[in-house]
T-cell receptor, first 114, second 110 residues
Framework: DTAVSQTPKYLVTQMGNDKSIKCEQN?????MYWYKQDSKKFLKIMFS???????INETVPNRFSPKSPDKAHLNLHINSLELGDSAVYFC?????????????FGPGTRLTVT | RKEVEQDPGPFNVPEGATVAFNCTYS??????FFWYRQDCRKEPKLLMS???SGNEDGRFTAQLNRASQYISLLIRDSKLSDSATYLC???????????FGQGTELSVKP
């Protein structure tokens, strides 16, 4: 009964390829996010969706395109992969309502671009 | 100035020690404050939310000083299992992005 799940857990691919990462949450939350954790372990937001609507889009190359088919799913598609895209990508979700607005994270997808 | 800054680590302490982590944030309009814990090669997990009145959960005590824009975490009677990276996290609004500090690594030794 995993709350936030991601697939795949590991992804090794070559430069120039296109790949997708999938995320699903069974918490009934309204909002989902993608974060990137780089080699220096720093976590930064990429995107967030609320009820299938994009609400946060940080300065991310347009090779990255999130898609939310429904409020329980948020996928991340990456075109023309580059070496610098190697990182761990975490999906998260939260429920709107009262403070404190905590977010719950999936196990992460470790992407290695060679 | 970074949006959320934490003590540089790592902290190496013996079992049973008390350890304190400090954190400052730059946006005075911040609404929510958290400590997350991240084990090696795992996802961040919520350790505790931090409230203005201060709050305690077992061996863990969190404090928030809005006037100074300062957050702290105190761990008493450290256990080996407390070894992890502790992340100070701030949220500006509902549905907003979490802003993470760079994390402080804690290593508890026998």
């Amino acid at each position: 009964d995993t709350a936030v799940s991601q697939t795949p857990k590991y992804l090794v691919t070559q430069m120039g390829n296109d790949k997708s990462i999938k995320c699903e949450q069974n918490l009934g939350h309204d909002t989902m996010y993608w974060y990137k954790q780089d080699s220096k372990k720093f976590l930064k937001i990429m995107f967030s969706y609320n009820n299938k609507e994009l609400i946060i889009n940080e300065t991310v190359p347009n090779r990255f395109s999130p898609k939310s088919p429904d409020k329980a799913h948020l996928n991340l598609h990456i075109n023309s992969l580059e070496l610098g895209d190697s990182a761990v990508y975490f999906c998260a979700s939260s429920q709107e309502g009262q403070l404190p607005y905590e977010q719950y994270f999936g196990p992460g997808t470790r992407l290695t671009v060679t | 100035r970074k949006e959320v800054e934490q003590d540089p680590g790592p902290f190496n302490v013996p079992e049973g020690a008390t350890v304190a982590f400090n954190c400052t944030y730059s946006n005075s309009a911040s609404q929510s404050f958290f400590w997350y814990r991240q084990d090696c090669r795992k996802e961040p997990k919520l350790l505790m939310s931090v409230y203005s009145s201060g709050n305690e959960d077992g061996r863990f005590t969190a404090q928030l000083n809005r006037a100074s824009q300062y957050i702290s975490l105190l761990i008493r009677d450290s256990k080996l299992s407390d070894s992890a990276t502790y992340l100070c996290v701030v949220n500006w609004r509902q549905g907003g992005k979490l802003i993470f500090g760079q994390g402080t690594e804690l290593s508890v030794k026998p």
